[in-house]
Structures are given as C-alpha cells and as structure tokens.
C-alpha cells in the first residue's frame, strides 16, 4: 500500500497516470482544505530519528543487493511498519523518484528528516554507481555515532541518578522534616548559629516561596536558551565545554573521532575533499570546531594541505595531524583518518570509565558534605538548649 499525492484535473486523470506508473488505485478522494493549511500536514509527525534511519538504510542496502530496483526498494521501505514522519518522507520519494526525479534531489526535499551527509554521499553514490556501498557505508557511520552517544548518555545516567536522589533528600528535609524544629528554636530564645540560620533561611524559601523558586528556574532556563542562540554565546559556551574539567578531555575526544569518522567516511566514497570539509562542518555540533573546519576548508582552497589549518587550529592533538599529514603525503587520506577514528574509539571508552568511576566518589562525598551541614545544623541549637537546662 502506497499512499501519496498528485495534481490532476480530475480523478479519472490521477487514475489513469497511477495505472500508467504501475498502480493499482484503491481509494482517490480531493485534497480536503484542512490539508492545505499551514502546519497541519505535519501535526502529529516529528524528525525522523537515527535509529529509524539506520533501519531503512540496512533494508535498502539488502534490497538493492538482492538486484530490486531501487523504485521498488523504496515502495517496500514505505509500506512497512514506520513511524508517520519517516513513512510520509519515504511516499514523498517514493513520488518524486517516480516522476524522474534522481534519489539524491528527491531526499534533499526533505532536510528536516535526513542530515546533509546523507544526501551528500547518496550524490556520489548515484553518479559512481554504487548506491548500495554508500548506504552501507552510511549505516555503519550512523552505528558507530550511536553507540559512542549511548555509551556516553550511561555514563551520565548513574551520577544523574545520585545528584537527583540527593536534591529529593534535601529538599524532603528542609520541606518536611527543618519546619518542625523552627518553633522549638524560637521558643527557646537560644542564639542560633549561623549554620542553623542559613538553614532556616533556605527552609523557609523552599516551604513559602517554592513558586518563586519555580518561576526563577523557567526564567533562567529561558535566558540561558536565549543567550545559547546568539553566535557569541554559543561560541564561548561551546569553547568553555572543551575545557571543563573531567569532562572536557573526554568531549574533545569525542568531537575529534566524529570529524575523522565523517570525514574518512566521505572520501573514501569518492566526495572532493572541499565538499566533504563543508558537510563534516554542518554535522558536528559544537561551533568551536564548526568554525575550525570552515578556516580549514578556506585554506585547502588557497592551495594549502590539510594538516597546516589543523594545526593552527590547536583543537587537535598531535598524533591526529601526523596521522593526517602521513595521509596526504601518501595519498591515503581517507585511510589514515579511518585509523584516527579507531584510535579513538577504545579512548573514549577508556575516559567514560575513569569519567565514571572519578565522578562515584566525588558525588558521594558530596552528597555525604550536604547531610552532614545539616545534621550539624539541626543538631548545634539542641547541643545549645541542653547547655541551658543544664544550668
């Protein structure tokens, strides 16, 4: 089953231009008014998420090499069970590829559902001929950038978890367990130490004006987003991320795998060095790099090598522009940037695991720091008032 649209006269036009393309109609019913309003056509659908490409890219790989044509290949990938952004893009294609269009223009009317790269390998795919190599090629890029973001998102989930249980305790005390003391402290006239009254203070913050609190984490959560947009924000954001402690090393690692991975990945497909600089530009995320990249292609296209923009940049260690110019002193660019990227891969899995095993104790020893201030906050006045029966 192949659901889509057409522009006819009338119904007896799109019945026979469907029978012309080898379908059978079914059901054919106008384009109804709601459908052309703005938004609605996508209400309900959302991107295509990377697990989702990944899938297809496998099946269309396993069609193509089975010798299906490629128009089939994409009306199978349609009718199965896929989610409604990927299934409306797939009929779309399905569509356009039919009505002459190539693969590559008609995925590249879709940017919000398939990234650059995609596209652009697909190109080269197309002209050289080997569609069915680039896919699988893609689909094993997409896996590997999968993995290195699960294994870094469970890494992050165990010190998540303690810092989110500790805020629960804190709150829980200072909520339901401090207001209960307030009146034996004030009925006991007892000078309180300064541990015992910041405590109040935040007590008494949290029971009475937790909406404030609210309002002030939404707003500044807003100022942040909004101060992210701006290039200046996002640059000096993105520049302190390299370098917080811990976690910087590890994320520069990791940006400097996906650069060699994405990059390798499109030369070794056959995409001139200049395009594949400017694709491997947009995908990475952080623009410290983006705009590293973007000198870099700059001076390849004034004659310059590769590795001479690398190194100026300074974001890139030593072993990766020796690899990098070894490579293009060889003319085994793509090879050597294959080797970056399997070099990096068993690192970034060591640093996760000394990321994790740093970060256990140091949360613990926090979490442990922040009872202790308040049990010995609670526990000074009664030490107090007990001083004073005494007497």
């Given at each position: 089953?192949?659901?889509?649209?057409?522009?006819?006269?009338?119904?007896?036009a799109?019945?026979?231009?469907?029978?012309?393309?080898?379908?059978?109609?079914?059901?054919?019913?106008?384009?109804?008014?709601f459908?052309?309003?703005?938004?609605?056509?996508?209400?309900?659908?959302?991107?295509?998420?990377?697990?989702?490409l990944?899938?297809?890219?496998?099946?269309?790989?396993?069609?193509?090499?089975?010798?299906?044509?490629?128009?089939?290949?994409?009306?199978?990938?349609?009718?199965?069970?896929?989610?409604?952004?990927?299934?409306?893009?797939?009929?779309?294609?399905?569509?356009r590829?039919?009505?002459?269009?190539?693969?590559?223009?008609?995925?590249?009317?879709?940017?919000?559902?398939?990234?650059?790269?995609?596209?652009?390998?697909?190109?080269?795919?197309?002209?050289?001929?080997?569609?069915?190599?680039?896919?699988?090629?893609?689909?094993?890029?997409?896996?590997?950038?999968?993995?290195?973001?699960?294994?870094?998102?469970?890494?992050?989930?165990?010190?998540?978890?303690?810092?989110?249980?500790?805020?629960?305790?804190?709150?829980g005390?200072?909520?339901?367990?401090?207001?209960?003391?307030?009146?034996?402290?004030?009925?006991?006239?007892?000078?309180?130490?300064?541990?015992?009254?910041?405590?109040?203070?935040?007590?008494?913050?949290?029971?009475h004006?937790?909406?404030?609190?609210?309002?002030?984490?939404?707003?500044?959560?807003?100022?942040?987003?909004?101060?992210?947009?701006t290039?200046?924000?996002?640059?000096?954001?993105?520049?302190?991320?390299?370098?917080?402690?811990?976690?910087?090393?590890?994320?520069?690692?990791?940006?400097?795998?996906?650069?060699?991975?994405?990059?390798?990945?499109?030369?070794?497909?056959?995409?001139?060095?200049?395009?594949?600089?400017?694709?491997?530009?947009?995908t990475?995320?952080?623009?410290?790099?983006q705009?590293?990249?973007?000198?870099t292609?700059?001076?390849?296209?004034?004659?310059?090598?590769?590795?001479?923009?690398?190194?100026?940049s300074?974001?890139?260690?030593?072993?990766?522009l020796?690899?990098?110019?070894?490579?293009?002193?060889?003319?085994?660019?793509?090879?050597?940037?294959?080797?970056?990227?399997?070099?990096?891969?068993?690192?970034?899995?060591?640093?996760?695991?000394?990321?994790t095993?740093?970060?256990?104790?140091?949360?613990?020893?926090?979490?442990?720091?922040?009872?202790?201030?308040?049990?010995?906050?609670?526990?000074?006045?009664?030490?107090?008032?007990?001083?004073?029966?005494?007497?």
């Open positions: 089953m192949v659901v889509g649209m057409l522009e006819a006269d009338d119904e007896r799109v019945a026979t231009s469907l029978t012309q393309q080898g379908f059978h109609p079914v059901r054919i019913r106008p384009q109804s008014s459908d052309q309003l703005p938004g609605l056509a996508n209400f309900g659908t959302k991107r295509v998420d990377r697990q989702e990944l899938l297809l890219l496998r099946e269309l790989t396993s069609l193509l090499r089975a010798g299906i044509p490629l128009t089939t290949s994409l009306e199978s990938a349609a009718g199965q069970n896929r989610s409604p952004a990927l299934r409306k893009a797939l009929t779309d294609i399905t569509r590829v039919n009505s002459g269009a190539s693969f590559s223009d008609a995925v590249s009317s879709h940017p919000q559902d398939f990234p650059e790269l995609f596209i652009s390998m697909i190109r080269v795919g197309e002209t050289a001929g080997i569609l069915d190599q680039v896919l699988e090629r893609l689909a094993q890029l997409g896996t590997q950038e999968l993995e290195t973001r699960s294994r870094v998102r469970s890494a992050l989930i165990y010190p998540l978890t303690l810092v989110s249980f500790a805020f629960l305790v804190v709150s005390l200072l909520v339901g367990v401090l207001p209960k003391f307030v009146g034996i402290f004030e009925a006991s006239q007892v000078k309180l130490p300064w541990p015992t009254r910041l405590l109040l203070f935040l007590s008494g913050l949290m029971t004006y937790w909406w404030l609190l609210l309002i002030s984490f939404f707003v500044f959560g807003w100022l942040f987003r909004a101060y992210y947009a290039p200046s924000g996002r640059w000096q954001l993105d520049q302190w991320t390299l370098y917080i402690p811990i976690v910087g090393p590890l994320y520069r690692k990791v940006m400097v795998a996906q650069i060699a991975r994405t990059l390798g990945s499109m030369l070794r497909t056959g995409v001139p060095l200049l395009e594949a600089l400017g694709v491997t530009e947009k990475v995320s952080n623009v410290v790099y705009r590293a990249l973007q000198r292609r700059t001076a390849v296209a004034e004659g310059k090598s590769l590795s001479e923009p690398l190194t100026a300074g974001l890139f260690p030593h072993l990766v020796q690899l990098v110019s070894v490579g293009e002193r060889s003319g085994q660019l793509d090879t050597m940037l294959g080797e970056v990227s399997a070099f990096y891969e068993p690192e970034i899995e060591l640093s996760i695991r000394n990321l095993t740093l970060l256990e104790p140091i949360l613990l020893m926090g979490m442990g720091l922040v009872v202790g201030f308040i049990a010995l906050s609670v526990l000074l006045p009664i030490f107090q008032l007990i001083h004073v029966f005494k007497k």
